[in-house]
């Protein structure tokens, strides 16, 4: 059973930073595929950015050049870097872990892009 737990979640003005953390317990953390998904009020859960255990890195077109996806493996953690924030930004990010057929989520983390 892989857990997964997100931070770094908060409130933050239009054009500002957040760095989230995912940190990752179970699993084989070094061979699984992470990535960040959202999902806005009423809205479907949408992919943000993902990496595999190789370090090859894919982005939404929404978040091209904004925000930049790492792993760090000897912590078992992964990153999202979000730079030039908008309000449409607004979402609950939730991180996850992908290997084979498995696939697992974190419960998420709240990001508010607000004057």
């Known amino acids: 059973q892989v857990q997964l737990v997100e931070s770094g979640g908060g409130l933050v003005q239009p054009g500002g930073s957040l760095r989230l953390s995912c940190a990752a317990s179970g699993g084989i953390f070094r061979i699984a595929v992470m990535g960040w998904y959202r999902q806005a009020p009423g809205k479907q859960r949408d992919v943000v950015a993902t990496?595999?255990?190789?370090?090859?890195?894919n982005y939404a077109d929404s978040v091209k050049g904004r925000v930049t996806i790492s792993r760090d493996n000897n912590k078992n953690s992964v990153y999202l870097q979000m730079n030039s924030l908008k309000p449409e930004d607004t979402a609950v990010y939730f991180c996850?872990?992908?290997?084979?057929?498995?696939?697992?989520w974190g419960q998420g983390t709240q990001v508010t892009v607000s004057s």
């Open positions: 996850t872990y992908r290997l084979g057929v498995n696939n697992y």
């Open positions: 990496i595999t255990s190789g370090g090859t890195t």
